[in-house]
């Protein structure tokens, strides 16, 4: 297998080894996708790049989230749901590929002030890092509503 569907194949298989907290190498990636490790360096020069793509392809999943939504604070929603059901690859995002500048870019779309923007993401980034980071806490799905809600109510003052 080569080309677009090789590389799929490569950035499915990483994602499925982030998700599931098993180390990303060439080895595993190799056994997961069912490709050998050949096809692989035609596609990736080495894991951080395939982590990148497995990056890239997140972001993408979180923007069409984000921008679906029908306001802001549905679109604060879709940006936690993302965390809480992907928790190891939002942590990816945002620790070994940094996508800040992209999220911020992402809310900038969302709310059309960019100073705005920098509270609202930096507001629900804190809370889906936390909830990305502690496992099964009760308090967030009564602190998510508010948050989002306080930011809001901040943005429309």
Do not use: K, N
């Not at 096809?39 to 990056?55: M, R």
């Not at 802001?72 to 879709?78: F, K, P, R, V």
């Amino acid at each position: 297998m080569s080309g677009p569907g090789c590389r799929q194949a490569i950035v499915a298989a990483a994602t499925a080894l982030v998700d599931s907290e098993h180390a990303v190498t060439l080895r595993a990636v190799s056994r997961a996708s069912g490709l050998p490790t050949s096809s692989i360096y035609q596609q990736f020069p080495d894991v951080p790049a395939i982590l990148l793509a497995v990056c890239h392809e997140a972001f993408r999943e979180l923007e069409a989230a984000v921008l679906g939504a029908s306001d802001a604070y549905t679109a604060g929603l879709a940006y936690l749901d993302f965390a809480v059901l992907h928790p190891r690859r939002y942590r990816v995002m945002f620790g070994a590929a940094d996508l800040s500048s992209e999220a911020l870019r992402l809310f900038s779309r969302v709310l059309l002030d960019p100073d705005r923007a920098l509270t609202f993401w930096l507001g629900l980034h804190g809370l889906a890092d936390q909830r990305a980071s502690i496992r099964r806490s009760p308090q967030f799905t009564v602190i998510a509503p508010r948050l989002i809600h306080s930011l809001v109510c901040q943005e429309s003052s």
